[in-house]
């Protein structure tokens, strides 16, 4: 019984601004400028160009976030729940996440999905879980295509349908996540949602495997 975990920092440098220094980054962001405050965001966050200051990039990516960016209000979601440059605050955190999410950001769809599965910063509903997971899911987001057939194996929120499960992790697992190709392994192995197929099942536990997936490497 595994979920993916919320997502990790996306932190790539907005194309307008990827070839100017640090300087010419700080001083158009000081003047408002989005995409600026965004990337000075990215530069603090890993300490390219500057000090390493988590606080500080807490700081851009608000700012950026304010003005409206998507990836900035998704950034800005995550510190908050991970408590990154700031005090932990899952009811913050879904607050930028549903931000991010209403503009079509499918990671803060999936980290939305995940707060209200679980009930951190909001009052535990598995229908709203469902309904945040299938859209990140529609999109091609992986995590949220794991999610989602986790909902469909254990009922959780929809109606319990071993096969939509087995479909949804193997959309995943045919992106490269580790955790559902061992899941559709092992739902080879056993027949469960498929037929059995001991064939099918090594080869997604062997792919599961050298994506470290531990467990995997056992059966």
Same mark, same amino acid.
């Given at each position: 019984?595994?979920?993916? *975990?919320? &997502?990790? &920092?996306?932190?790539? $440098?907005?194309? !307008?601004?990827?070839?100017l220094?640090?300087?010419?980054t700080?001083? &158009? ?30 700081? @851009?990516?608000?700012?950026a #976030?304010?003005?409206?960016l998507?990836?900035?209000q998704?950034? &800005?979601?995550? %510190?908050?729940?991970?408590g990154? +440059?700031?005090?932990?605050d899952?009811?913050k ?6 931000k991010?999410?209403a503009q079509? /950001?499918?990671?803060a769809?999936?980290n $939305?999905?995940? $707060?209200? /599965? ?7 509903d ?5 309904e @945040? ?8 987001e992986?995590? !949220?295509?794991?999610?989602l057939g @986790? ?5 959780? +929120?929809i109606?319990?349908?071993k096969?939509? #499960?087995?479909a949804?992790?193997?959309? !995943?697992a045919?992106?490269?996540? #580790? *955790?559902?190709?061992y899941?559709?392994? *092992? ?5 469960? +949602? %498929?037929?059995?197929? /001991?064939?099918?099942?090594?080869? @997604?536990l ?9 467990v995997?490497?056992?059966?």
């Amino acid at each position: 019984a595994h979920k993916v *975990m919320l &997502l990790g &920092l996306s932190f790539c $440098l907005m194309t !307008s601004a990827m070839a100017l220094d640090v300087e010419t980054t700080q001083a &158009l962001a000081e003047q408002g400028d989005m995409p600026s405050q965004y990337n000075l965001g990215v530069m603090y966050y890993h300490g390219e160009g500057v000090h390493q200051d988590y606080a500080k990039a807490f700081e @851009w990516f608000q700012k950026a #976030a304010e003005q409206g960016l998507a990836t900035a209000q998704y950034n &800005l979601g995550v %510190v908050y729940s991970n408590g990154i +440059g700031v005090s932990q605050d899952h009811v913050k955190a879904f607050e930028w996440y549903q931000k991010a999410a209403a503009q079509g /950001e499918a990671e803060a769809q999936n980290n $939305l999905g995940a $707060l209200y /599965e679980n009930g951190n910063g909001i009052t535990q509903d598995y229908d709203k879980a469902v309904e @945040w997971y299938q859209q990140a899911a529609n999109q091609g987001e992986y995590a !949220s295509q794991y999610n989602l057939g @986790w909902m469909y194996e254990n009922g959780y +929120g929809i109606k319990k349908d071993k096969q939509k #499960a087995f479909a949804w992790y193997q959309k !995943s697992a045919n992106q490269g996540d #580790a *955790m559902a190709q061992y899941v559709i392994g *092992m739902m080879y192995k056993h027949g469960d +949602g %498929v037929s059995q197929d /001991e064939i099918q099942a090594e080869q @997604w536990l062997s792919k599961a495997c050298d994506n470290d997936i531990k467990v995997s490497c056992d059966q």
